[in-house]
């Protein structure tokens, strides 16, 4: 069993940045393929940022590139993400997930077996 705990969320203005944190219990997290996902009043939980085991590829949907990056320390067990240039649109609930398998990275909510609670961010304009 994995346990994920987020922290790093908060109020900011636009035009601010945040870095969330995600730590995982468990030997073997460097295995682990990470993501974030959020959820926004209202909408379905949507696809952020992943990255492999390594660290060595990460995704991103279109809505984030360029502005927000996802990174890992597998001796932490701690997955990243930093977002820069905040929007009120990016206000959201922000969950971490792990993925078994680590070698392929997933923008779907069913390719990953292990979820934290999520974290609020809120941006105001």
Do not use: H
């Not at 969320?9 to 468990?26: E, F, N, P, T």
């Not at 398998?101 to 779907?108: A, E, P, R, T």
Request: hydrophobic letters at 35%; one cysteine or more; aromatic letters at 12%.
């Amino acid at each position: 069993q994995v346990q994920l705990v987020e922290s790093g969320g908060g109020l900011v203005q636009a035009g601010d940045s945040l870095r969330l944190s995600c730590a995982a219990s468990g030997r073997i997290f460097s295995s682990y393929g990470m993501g974030w996902f959020r959820q926004a009043p209202g909408k379905e939980r949507e696809f952020v940022a992943a990255i492999i085991w390594s660290g060595t590829s990460t995704y991103y949907a279109d809505s984030v590139k360029g502005r927000f990056t996802i990174s890992r320390d597998n001796a932490k067990s701690t997955v990243y993400l930093q977002m820069n240039s905040l929007s009120p649109e990016d206000t959201a609930v922000y969950y971490c997930a792990a993925k078994i398998n680590g070698k392929f990275g997933s923008d779907v909510e069913r390719g990953y077996n292990y979820w934290g609670q999520g974290t609020q961010v809120t941006v105001s304009s």
